[in-house]
């Protein structure tokens, strides 16, 4: 019998239960320790944010779902893992031991690296539904008494997509509500150019969101770092390619929401061989530590190197089709060391995103995410709007009714030639 532990119940750790969980033999024991007992769609938060969704259309309770699938829920959440000693210290003292630990948690969110940032400083968030339901407030106020808006990211930061989207979701609030004429809005990002998104681009993304933002009246300063935010007062500097500061900006604001740079969680950052210096779990491409060989990682939670050279620290973006063959792969490799074989699966880690504008959106393949790439494609229409909210639904189905994959996606996926692992792609280690 082998106790299987899943840390972290996001978009990675719920879908790594369900497959790890169809993988298992009715001996082995499938434990889910997550902070709270929600899963929670972060994709919806920008459309939380302008009062498009409620908290409840995007959260699924895990109990109950769980229970019927034989899962186990700790919601307690870890205080520090000891990888030593094969257990996890939760929050309330008490332990979870485990033969095999799989990382899912997500980042925690680096606002403090900035001065201001923040929804305990000056500035909004949607990387978390709470920030999400108090930004939705904010873009009231902002819809009421107008006034300039910045949008965007800080130095550091790998999540470029929503930035973008939100940048676009809020001009269409706006002009829903007759206020964008009284809203100057500009983009701030440490991108070297627009639609790079830590990927170097993929396809057009340059000259489709370039196009984008001045047909919707969006100024950008790319090469942004930012220093210092005040009450309604962002400080900026612009370097050039060698990374020295060209110009000074200060920028005032009624409204702003930036991303902040990731790092690990607390509970992981800091253990030697488990996580890199910002706290990421280091992974082999089985997705398995290297030096605690019983644990994996999954999603936001690992180390990915950045894509070559940028002024600023840009970071490389773990999107949700990427992170779904991490799970898959997983899933194959923890199911083969219960079974006394080696680790042989890679994920493909591909990159599908559909970046929604409000009433029209960007979408964008990258096959594998990390260039050279065997498909480097983008488009625009109305039909990305459609095909985001479509997959909104359908993953929260997915979710509430404890199914990973199913025939359908599988067709689909196989139809569009996308397959989470690549055709047979396992590499027996060396
Ligand atoms: C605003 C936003 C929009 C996005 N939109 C898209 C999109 O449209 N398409 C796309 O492909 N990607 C998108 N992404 C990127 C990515 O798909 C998501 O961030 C995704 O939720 C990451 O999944 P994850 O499982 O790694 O982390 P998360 O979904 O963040 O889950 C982490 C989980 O770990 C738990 N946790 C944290 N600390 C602990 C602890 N100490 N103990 C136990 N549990 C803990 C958390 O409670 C959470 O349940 C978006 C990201 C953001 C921030």
């Not at 676009?168 to 790079?196: C, N, Q, S, W």
């Not at 060391?337 to 880690?349: C, D, N, S």
Request: charge should be neutral; proline fraction near 7%.
């Amino acid at each position: 019998m082998s106790h299987v532990v899943v840390l972290g119940a996001g978009l990675g750790g719920v879908l790594m239960a369900y497959e790890m969980k169809a993988k298992l033999g009715p001996s082995d024991k499938l434990t889910v320790v997550n902070l709270g007992p929600v899963y929670s769609f972060v994709p919806s938060n920008p459309w939380v944010a302008v009062g498009w969704r409620k908290r409840e259309e995007t959260s699924v309770e895990l109990a109950p779902v769980f229970a019927k699938r034989g899962i186990a829920l700790r919601p307690e959440g870890a205080k520090r893992v000891h990888p030593a000693e094969n257990r996890i210290e939760l929050t309330n003292g008490e332990s979870v031991p485990y033969d095999y630990l799989i990382v899912a948690t997500g980042p925690d969110l680096a606002f403090d690296e900035v001065p201001g940032l923040g929804p305990a400083g000056n500035t909004s968030s949607i990387c978390h539904i709470d920030h999400a339901e108090r930004a939705r407030a904010a873009v009231g106020a902002l819809i009421k008494s107008g006034g300039p808006a910045i949008i965007g990211a800080v130095q550091g930061a790998s999540c470029f997509g929503p930035a973008y989207e939100f940048a676009f979701i809020l001009d269409t609030a706006l002009r829903r509500a007759k206020a964008r004429d009284r809203v100057p809005m500009t983009f701030v990002t440490p991108e070297p150019y627009i639609g790079h998104l830590g990927l170097d681009g993929v396809g057009d993304t340059k000259g489709l969101l370039e196009s984008a933002m001045r047909e919707h009246h969006i100024k950008w300063i790319t090469n942004a770092k930012v220093t210092k935010v005040e009450s309604g007062k962002m400080f900026v500097e612009e370097v050039d390619e060698a990374g020295a500061t060209k110009a000074s900006h200060e920028l005032p604001f009624a409204f702003s929401m930036m991303l902040p740079a990731f790092r690990g969680i607390p509970a992981v950052h800091g253990i030697e061989g488990l996580t890199n210096p910002r706290g990421f779990i280091a992974i082999d491409k089985y997705q398995r530590n290297p030096v605690f060989k019983n644990v994996f990682g999954v999603g936001v939670a690992v180390a990915i190197p950045p894509v070559g050279k940028t002024p600023l620290p840009v970071g490389v973006p773990k999107t949700g089709f990427m992170i779904e063959s991490m799970v898959t792969a997983t899933a194959e490799n923890v199911a083969a060391l219960i079974a006394g074989k080696e680790p042989e699966a890679v994920a493909t880690w591909n990159a599908v995103c559909l970046a929604d504008f409000g009433d029209e959106g960007i979408a964008f393949i990258a096959q594998p995410q990390i260039p050279l790439r065997n498909v480097n494609w983008s488009s625009q229409g109305k039909w990305v709007h459609t095909a985001k909210v479509g997959f909104e639904k359908y993953f929260l189905r997915k979710i509430r009714q404890g199914k990973s994959e199913t025939f359908y996606e599988r067709l689909a996926l196989d139809a569009l030639g996308i397959r989470k692992l690549k055709e047979i792609h396992t590499e027996p280690a060396a």
